[in-house]
């Protein structure tokens, strides 16, 4: 006993408060428990003897609590599948609380208790409902994407010094592009011609925009949102000097001066407009985008190859554009 008290006092910093674990404290109430009071309050301890005495009953209160107890293991916990499904309720649908989700899973066939659903909720730390259930700009934007046009000039210059603009639209849900053509004069006329061009063949595609992002580009005329306007297409100004505001359309431009542009010397007007078109082609029916998870906005992704044999034997083939400055690649039949 004294051995083991030394063995505690060891444990303690220099004027710690001295602790004694669980299994101190039962160690000290099974040695010392046969002894009266009065032989205890004599003896040299590090506690006074009511404790060691307290310690000593609710060691025997646990036992007799741990014998009664049945041998039922308890509550069981709850299947993973359903967890998991919980889980993925919640994440889907953030202003989904545990009552909404727990008739979801009654329509699914899956019974459980409500607060089976809460416990699961709380433990995976998920915020109740009206603290997640705000709307972020990413979903927003994912949410109206199909209703979204953007639009912007790009400016190149040719080998004679002259400057192209280029006007181009593109589709925030499919990022689809449609150049408008290009122009060395971008005058109020050309430019509403372009808007009248744009409101047709959105027409005959059965696109269903009702916004356009714009920049406060003194080029774009007011006849030009006259013309969107009774076509239903409402025009969005961006901020001032804010180009993330219209960071598709802006990513479209850096895409075409990097892969394009940038590679190639323009002629004259004639020259740059062919240049555009083979871009466009490319753009919309071979190149893959990563913001609508590596699709192509005019042409679904091919099935993937599983045969074994088509596999450790590719025959792929090689289509160029623009005498090589860009390349589609596709397996040949």
């Not at 545990?98 to 433990?123: F, M, Q």
């Not at 639009?151 to 190149?156: I, N, P, S």
């Not at 479209?252 to 590679?263: G, H, K, M, S, Y």
């Amino acid at each position: 006993m004294a051995r083991h008290q030394i063995t505690v006092l060891e444990r303690q910093l220099d004027g710690e408060r001295i602790r004694f674990t669980v299994h101190d404290r039962a160690l000290l109430a099974a040695l010392l428990h046969r002894l009266r009071p009065s032989v205890l309050r004599r003896m040299r301890l590090l506690v006074r003897p009511d404790t060691v005495l307290r310690w000593h009953r609710d060691l025997i209160a646990g036992r007799h609590a741990a014998r009664s107890r049945p041998n039922r293991p308890g509550r069981p916990p709850t299947v993973r599948s359903i967890r998991t499904l919980v889980l993925r309720l919640v994440r889907e649908n953030p202003g989904w609380g545990y009552r909404r989700v727990h008739g979801e899973l009654l329509v699914l066939g899956v019974k459980v208790a409500p607060s089976t659903v809460w416990k699961i909720l709380k433990d995976a730390g998920v915020d109740p409902a009206p603290e997640r259930s705000a709307v972020t700009w990413a979903s927003f934007l994912r949410s109206q994407a199909k209703a979204l046009l953007a639009c912007d000039f790009l400016e190149t210059v040719t080998l004679t010094g002259a400057r192209m603009c280029v006007l181009a639209v593109i589709e925030h849900h499919t990022r689809r592009v449609r150049v408008l053509g290009p122009t060395a004069h971008p005058n109020a006329a050309w430019v509403t011609q372009a808007a009248r061009n744009l409101v047709m063949d959105l027409e005959d595609a059965g696109c269903r925009a009702r916004f356009l992002i714009r920049d406060r580009d003194g080029k774009f005329p007011d006849l030009f949102d006259v013309v969107l306007a009774d076509a239903g297409i409402r025009v969005v100004l961006t901020g001032v000097r804010l180009p993330r505001m219209n960071a598709v359309m802006e990513r479209w431009v850096r895409t075409c001066r990097r892969e394009l542009l940038d590679r190639t010397l323009i002629w004259n007007q004639r020259h740059l407009l062919d240049a555009l078109r083979e871009f466009e082609t490319f753009y919309n029916e071979h190149r893959p985008h990563q913001g609508i998870a590596n699709a192509r906005p005019l042409k679904a992704l091919p099935q993937p190859i599983s045969e074994p044999d088509r596999i450790a034997h590719l025959n792929i083939r090689r289509r160029q554009r623009l005498g090589g400055i860009l390349n589609e690649y596709e397996n040949a039949a």
